[in-house]
């Protein structure tokens, strides 16, 4: 952590983090940890009006009230471990520098205390000028640490996160750093980061800090905090800190010994790059596992999670990784020779001050061993990373795991890598440490891995004599098959106590297989199991039969997934159950899409094990289990049961399945998850019975039953918490059996006025120009003949480079109302121009809105809140972007804290991502909330028809693994893994079950919630039971039949203009061609890109066609060509 502290006044005999003079290397180390913070970072080109060179200053003479004015005066928090420091305290102090920048960034008056003479630019300053020119001047007074001057309280202050880090570095980078990580892990607003600089009182270091390093107020924090954040420079400087190799090795430590809690170790620099959903970020960090985001991700299915941690790392500096494989705890230094003296010797195990204070050795075995487990750290850490982007150095990863011979545990991650190929698993195989206990290797959807490089994984085992728990992921990998499950049985070894193996969508496994893996299971000493084949589509239940059978007698955990094998029924459930050992205390079963699944196959169910203490069954989608299958599982369940999970979701249960259950419930439960959504026979009558019989040590509940369309809305109101339900049975134990529904909250709405704004005439010349203008910057188009007739799919552009240019047009045009799919429905830059150009003809003879007065002057306040606007001319109709504002105003620091703060402030208003960019003055802002409030006033909620949010759900549900997941038709789609390609799945499966409606191929982003969606289908629904129903044109109607059965093989089919073409193997790219070979027959009609998935039968194209309007204003009739 090496905080680089000041030397003056520090005790002699005390170990100090001093700050190096200038003339020397930095060298001083400081570890931080912070919460998220309320205000926005400032940003460092945020300048102030350029003017004649500042006279130099003196620290004493600044004027720190902008930092401690919130602060509680004479604040003391003795235990320095206690003093972490808020990310929004720190981006105060960055925003206290920028409004004393010049031009150029150049702080005005401020000067390099070393030389004296060099003046200080904010992006450059260090913490060591920090230190001279605000930490100590502003405390000298109180003699107090900086956290204490600026601290509102004391219990807001403790650290969660630690961080190492070096004094030379850039503050602006290293508070960028702070920021993200704060961001990425989701830490609350009052997160500590202890920063030595901070945290210690710059005026009395000898107090704070003593002579062994492990007693030191750092090493106190250290031991309190969840991570450790190591902040690295462009150079990698931390690796040849004593302080920071120190603090690293004290991570490695608390994972190899049980007497600490793990530290969680992310490493953290400064680079800007851009994520997979095109937010931009000025610092990466490699995290130890998931963020709290991408673990959202990875439960919706698939290894998605792992797949956006490895693109979001993907940008790391591998050189940086590189240093850390290379470092040297011997030849580390430190600003204060005493203090490297006392670690390294504390690392030999000295203890004692003589001891500590004696020269260290040259070389130790003790140096190694910390070099060996530290270079081994960095490099699980950075694995991935090195396979994606510089393979060539992995021997240098291979060399230093190898050489880390004490390890004990592994675990990697290179889920959906198509760079980790057998070649690197063979690499990666030679180098397992010896002393290994656990193994986890997570490869689901590596494409380019076989039986080559599992063969020589599963003979390293033979090498791993205390290897206990094993965990192997390889789902959705084509290459594996029986022979893979065969070698991985025969190479599984006999001490194993632990063992995890997923197999799931792997469609070359069969009985064969599974038989094998069957036959070594009783052979190892297991304690507990977890086996994966859900969709591998060969299994057949006599196989299950003898896994069963093959589970060993002592055996504690299980988890058996066999879900959407079709060939798996009733006969495999009776042999599970009959087969468990009497000492099981956990089971998970999942059997989801198991049709052959009957109530018949409980009637010989018998009783489960009755030391089972956790039961977790997952059946939705078995149609043939009904409410006998309940009432036999209610009848067994154990007296001993604490936690039960069940999911029968599309199951055919009602009324009295769900009081065969109530029944079985009983008074010791802490935790109860049951999902039974799309069970259509179930009623008030129903849920009201598991009410009343709800366990009274209940402490977790989770009830799920969407689309049962005999609830009353009251009842599913009361089943959102625990808490309510918990309500709802104290009302029915005092004779009140019904439940009022939650009241609506309260929406204090603005009025609106309007007033005609003249708005400037647009030719179409302007418009063409501009648009060509946008479309051509940036592009290399050379030898390329292009006009504004040209496609852009001809030359290169794909989806997400046209929703680049669709923002740039955003910018040109912004009060045009522009799709998602504006370039694909006009893909020509002519057509582009006819689009734009007719509205905002249309936009001229509109009303413009003007902004509310209370409006105006919410959003000024949120603006300038905690900005330093003096010597800006700044008002409502200022661009915030202009080169004037920008930088003081907005960065992609505090532009998400600004939407956040609106957000707050109008929860009632749609507010996207890009709010500021379409509206960027403070008047615009406004107006849009003024209508929007004022829109949301007269309009009428549609209200969704239950029949219609029932077919939603089912369709949103269909083949979802949503199990862990609290979902209901107010949930939205994106926080459950649903992604571009997914959400196109769904729109045509709700094209299927609506074919009268217009869905454009952005409604699920338009409607992200099936509560919103089904509104929508509703009012649309509605709206076309008024209208007439066109009929096509014969003669377009017989066009349009011919272009589709041309070239096409038909033998067999029954082919009719009421015919879905996706029904007849037509694609994407038969589709395209399809489009154009239409487009050739009616020229003068507009067809978006989408129109075969818009229309998908040839009586819809036909109706289209003839109603379309054309693209050319003089064409009168829509024409067929011969």
Avoid at 19 to 35: D, L
Avoid at 620 to 634: D, E, F, P, Q, T
Avoid at 955 to 971: A, Q
């Amino acid at each position: 952590m090496g905080c680089g502290t000041s030397s003056q006044g520090a005790s002699p005999s005390a170990i100090a983090r001093t700050p190096a003079v200038e003339s020397r290397p930095s060298s001083s180390f400081g570890s931080s940890s912070a919460p998220a913070s309320d205000s926005a970072p400032a940003s460092p080109s945020a300048a102030a009006p350029a003017s004649a060179p500042a006279a130099r200053l003196k620290p004493e003479d600044l004027d720190f009230t902008a930092l401690t004015s919130r602060a509680s005066r004479g604040l003391s928090i003795p235990n320095v471990a206690h003093r972490g420091i808020l990310p929004s305290q720190l981006r105060s102090l960055l925003s206290f520098m920028t409004a004393r920048c010049s031009d150029g960034e150049v702080i005005q008056g401020w000067y390099d205390s070393f030389t004296g003479q060099q003046q200080l630019k904010l992006r450059e300053i260090n913490l060591y000028q920090v230190t001279f020119w605000i930490i100590k001047p502003m405390t000298a007074e109180s003699c107090c640490s900086y956290v204490e001057a600026v601290a509102e309280d004391s219990s807001s202050q403790r650290p969660t996160v630690f961080v190492s880090h070096w004094w030379g570095e850039a503050v602006y980078d290293f508070i960028s750093c702070i920021s993200r990580h704060q961001e990425l892990r989701a830490l609350p607003q009052q997160t500590g980061y202890w920063v030595c600089a901070y945290a210690n009182n710059q005026h009395e270091l000898g107090a704070d800090i003593q002579a062994d390093p492990r007693q030191t107020s750092f090493f106190r924090a250290m031991e309190m905090c969840t991570f450790l954040l190591l902040v690295l420079d462009k150079n990698g400087t931390p690796f040849t800190r004593v302080w920071c190799i120190f603090e690293l090795a004290w991570v490695v430590r608390t994972h190899r010994d049980s007497e600490h809690t793990p530290l969680l170790l992310d490493i953290a620099t400064a680079k800007k790059y851009t994520d997979l959903k095109q937010r931009e970020h000025e610092a990466i960090i490699i995290t130890h596992g998931l963020t709290p985001e991408e673990e959202e991700i990875e439960r919706g299915g698939g290894g998605n999670g792992w797949y956006y941690k490895s693109q979001r790392e993907s940008s790391f500096p591998i050189e940086l990784a590189e240093k850390a494989l290379a470092l040297k705890i011997e030849h580390s230094e430190a600003t204060v020779p005493v203090d490297r003296s006392r670690i390294l010797n504390s690392i030999t195990g000295a203890s004692s001050p003589a001891e500590l204070d004696r020269e260290p050795h040259v070389s130790h075995a003790e140096y190694d061993r910390v070099n060996r487990q530290l270079r081994a750290a960095f490099a699980v850490h950075c694995w991935l990373n090195a396979v994606q982007v510089k393979p060539e150095i992995l021997p240098l990863f291979t060399e230093a795991l190898a050489a880390d011979t004490d390890r004990k545990q592994l675990s990697l991650v290179f889920a959906g890598c198509q760079d980790f190929t057998d070649e690197r698993l063979l690499q990666l195989s030679a180098s397992l440490p010896l002393a290994l206990k656990q193994l986890s290797l997570v490869m689901a959807s590596c494409q380019h891995i076989s039986l080559r490089g599992l063969g020589s994984l599963a003979k390293s085992f033979s090498t791993l004599a205390e290897l206990a728990d094993l965990e192997i992921n390889l789902g959705s990998c084509p290459q594996v098959g029986d022979e893979v499950v065969r070698c991985l049985a025969d190479g599984l070894p006999s001490g194993l106590v632990q063992l995890k193996l997923r197999f799931q969508h792997c469609d070359g496994i069969s009985d064969s297989g599974l038989l094998q893996l069957a036959s070594l299971l009783k052979l190892c000493n297991l304690r507990s199991i977890l086996l994966n084949f859900s969709d591998c589509t060969q299994l057949t239940e006599g196989a299950v039969r003898v896994v069963a059978k093959s589970l060993p007698e002592a055996l504690e955990k299980l988890e058996l997934n066999f879900g959407g094998c079709p060939q798996v029924g009733d006969n495999a459930i009776l042999a599970i159950v009959e087969a468990l050992p009497v000492g099981l205390t956990r089971l998970v079963i999942r059997l989801r899409r198991c049709e052959q699944l009957s109530d018949e196959g409980l009637l010989h169910l018998g009783l489960l094990p009755r030391r089972l203490q956790d039961l977790e069954l997952y059946c939705s989608g078995c149609k043939r289990i009904g409410n006998a299958w309940l009432k036999g599982l209610s009848a067994k369940l154990p007296v001993t049961l604490r936690q039960l999970k069940l999911d029968f979701a599309r199951c055919e249960i009602g009324d009295d399945g769900m009081i065969a259950l109530a029944s079985g419930l009983n008074e010791l439960m802490t935790h109860l998850s049951l999902c039974f959504s799309f069970c259509d026979a179930i009623t008030d009558r129903g849920v009201q019975a598991i009410v009343k019989s709800l366990p009274r040590k209940l402490r977790e509940g989770e009830f799920v039953f969407l689309g049962c369309s005999h609830l009353s809305s009251a009842t599913r109101s009361s089943l959102d918490s625990i808490l309510s339900m918990q309500e709802w049975q104290r009302a029915l134990e005092e004779g009140n059996h019904t439940i009022a529904s939650a009241l609506p909250a309260d929406v204090a709405l603005v009025s609106v006025h309007q007033q005609a704004v003249p708005c400037h005439d647009v030719s179409d010349d302007t418009v063409l120009r501009t648009v060509l203008e946008v479309l051509m910057d940036g592009m290399d188009l050379e030898g390329h003949d292009f006009n504004e007739h040209s496609e852009l799919f001809d030359y290169g552009f794909d989806s997400l480079s046209m929703m680049e240019l669709r923002d740039k047009l955003l910018c040109k045009f912004p009060s045009v109302q522009m799709p998602a799919t504006i370039l694909f429905d006009f893909p020509t830059a002519s057509q582009m121009a006819a689009y734009l150009t007719s509205a905002l003809a249309k936009e001229k003879s509109l009303p413009h809105p003007v902004p509310d007065d209370t409006v105006l002057k919410t959003v000024l306040e949120v603006l300038m809140d905690g900005r330093d606007l003096e010597g800006h001319d700044f008002n409502e109709h200022s661009e915030l972007f202009d080169s004037g504002f920008d930088s003081l105003l907005f960065d992609s620091l505090s532009m998400m804290e600004l939407i956040d703060k609106l957000q707050g402030k109008f929860p009632t208003v749609q507010m996207p991502a890009t709010f500021l960019f379409d509206f960027p003055t403070a008047s615009q802002m406004a107006a849009y909330l003024t209508s929007a409030l004022a829109k949301e006033k007269s309009l009428p909620h549609p209200v969704p028809d239950d029949a219609v949010l029932k077919t939603v759900l089912e369709v949103l549900m269909d083949g979802r693994d949503l199990e862990g997941h609290d979902f209901n038709e107010h949930s939205e789609l994106f926080d459950y893994g649903f992604d571009s390609l997914s959400m196109m799945e769904l729109r045509d499966k709700l094209l299927c079950k609506f074919p009268s409606v217009q869905m454009p191929a952005t409604i699920l982003f338009d409607f992200p919630t099936a509560s919103q969606m089904a509104a929508y289908l509703t009012s649309a629904l509605a709206k076309e039971k008024s209208l007439p129903h066109p009929v096509p044109d014969d003669a377009v109607l017989k066009t349009v039949l011919e272009v589709l059965m041309d070239g096409m093989d038909l033998e067999g089919h029954d082919f009719n203009q009421h015919s879905e073409l996706f029904e007849y193997g037509f694609d994407s790219l038969s589709m395209m061609e399809l489009r154009d070979k239409l487009q050739g027959k009616f020229p003068t009609v507009q067809m978006p890109a989408t129109i075969l998935f818009d229309f998908p039968i040839a009586s819809q194209m036909a109706v289209y066609i003839k109603a379309a309007p054309s693209q050319h204003p003089s064409a009168i009739h829509d024409t067929v060509m011969p």
